[in-house]
């Protein structure tokens, strides 16, 4: 192999031959550093090439109906929660990668998974952060069980591919791997280049074995996964541990699936002994005060498939400077928008005034079935009229005052009445033509109709 000198891109993992301050693949300015790599010699084709394909290979052109297809097959995780985000279980053969901040709880989560599949199946946890000695002391404190499950500390990654063609693994969990390295890339470990080949060795080979494989991942100060942008293209599952160290749940969120849905979200409670799943996630974020106030509304969103309670809160103050907007768990320049909304299209004018907006519990809506719940709470707030305990909304505004309809309508108002919401305020075009229990419907058609409906009737506002 011949030593050559390149620039590679420390965010997706561009090489350049010499260095350049702008990265025209991803965009990143000063990103690129300079390290040495081997390759080897490119050879000319010769023409001893047949009409299929390469010498030694065979390449064949099938229809795609003739194509066989192989049944995915799963194992729980036993965990119902880390089940849910993967479609059902693991896939035999596929590569999850995993990420999160520090102390999130990503390998307290996968040691208990690898103790409860390692009772049936062969697993090897391969620890390149943590010795050997913190891993078991962590089991023991969260009583679990240690004499099934194989444990190893390695960092390399021809080393790993050895051990694991010896001996028969069904499940392999590597933490994690900014750790690792491999011989045939002279850096560093945690280097870009390290990072994206000794993931794509061990995707090879967990494909071609049949191996699964779970990857911790460093992520960035931006909650970003760290390393080149090509290692999520490479694994069959991209997932992200989010939450803050000092609350006491923790939310899983699905950001790529080839074998299931995404944006799926799991909710874990962390306790002295692991992570607890959650199966109502409503007993944490509407953990709500005993009498209503202004400026608070719920609001029914949607993560994939399932419907959550969110409680909006919102402050709306009169200010003699610069009006300030600041809105925690929703995107700030979609509040910019509904409240101009609202000013020409329901003349209702908040504008003027500090505007605060806060998602109770710190979970993020990107949806914009949130639109309506964030304008009433202001509302609510600016008027200081108190909205009912067992009211729920849901909507989107569109730019001329329109409430729009949003997916899974139904389910929605289901979930609102299953925790005892007795009325729900939701868009004219998602108002159910049967009744769902006794849940009463207001069903709206623009803004205006929306503040009259719900501030004009005192069965409503709570005085």
Not at 157 to 162: A, D, H, L, T
Not at 355 to 365: R, S, T
């Amino acid at each position: 192999m011949a030593k050559c000198i390149v620039h590679i891109c420390r965010e997706c993992g561009k090489e350049e031959d010499n260095w350049t301050g702008h990265c025209v693949k991803c965009g990143a300015y000063n990103s690129f550093s300079k390290t040495t790599v081997e390759r080897k010699p490119r050879h000319r084709a010769t023409t001893g090439l047949s009409h299929s394909g390469y010498a030694g290979q065979q390449h064949h052109i099938t229809k795609l109906n003739m194509v066989k297809m192989s049944q995915e097959l799963r194992c729980s995780t036993g965990i119902d929660e880390f089940d849910r985000v993967l479609g059902g279980g693991l896939v035999t053969g596929s590569v999850v990668l995993i990420g999160g901040d520090p102390g999130i709880g990503k390998s307290t989560l996968l040691l208990q998974t690898a103790t409860y599949i390692a009772e049936n199946q062969s697993v090897l946890y391969i620890t390149g952060e943590e010795s050997l000695s913190q891993v078991a002391m962590r089991a023991k404190r969260l009583g679990l069980p240690l004499d099934k499950l194989d444990v190893m500390a390695e960092t390399k990654v021809e080393r790993i591919c050895e051990i694991l063609t010896e001996q028969k693994t069904s499940l392999v969990i590597l933490d994690s791997i900014q750790t690792l390295y491999t011989e045939s890339i002279p850096a560093a470990s945690g280097n870009v280049s390290q990072i994206k080949e000794s993931a794509s060795i061990l995707t090879r080979f967990a494909k071609h074995t049949g191996i699964s494989l779970l990857i911790v991942g460093h992520v960035t100060k931006e909650s970003e996964l760290a390393g080149p942008r090509v290692l999520e293209h490479m694994v069959d599952c991209v997932l992200h541990f989010e939450g803050q160290s000092d609350l006491q749940y923790r939310m899983l969120r699905v950001v790529k699936n080839r074998f299931g849905a995404v944006n799926e979200l799991s909710v874990f409670d962390m306790t002295d002994q692991g992570l607890k799943e959650v199966i109502n996630p409503a007993t944490i974020f509407l953990d709500r005060y005993g009498e209503a106030v202004a400026g608070s509304v719920v609001m029914v969103s949607r993560n994939g498939v399932r419907p959550f309670l969110v409680e909006v809160q919102s402050l709306v103050s009169k200010t003699e400077n610069a009006p300030r907007q600041l809105i925690l768990g929703l995107e700030h320049n979609r509040l910019t928008l509904l409240l101009t909304i609202m000013k020409e299209q329901a003349k209702v004018d908040i504008l003027k005034h500090d505007v605060y907006v806060n998602i109770v519990g710190g979970l993020k809506i990107t949806e914009t079935a949130s639109d309506l719940a964030v304008l009433l709470a202001c509302v609510s707030s600016l008027k200081n009229q108190p909205l009912p305990h067992d009211m729920a909304v849901f909507g989107e505004v569109g730019l001329s005052g329109e409430i729009r309809s949003v997916p899974n309508a139904q389910d929605r108002i289901k979930e609102a009445e299953k925790n005892g919401f007795k009325t729900v305020v939701v868009p004219k075009v998602n108002q159910p033509k049967q009744p769902i229990g006794s849940m009463k419907v207001i069903a709206v058609e623009y803004l205006y109709q929306v503040l009259q409906a719900v501030f004009e009737n005192d069965a409503l506002v709570v005085n």
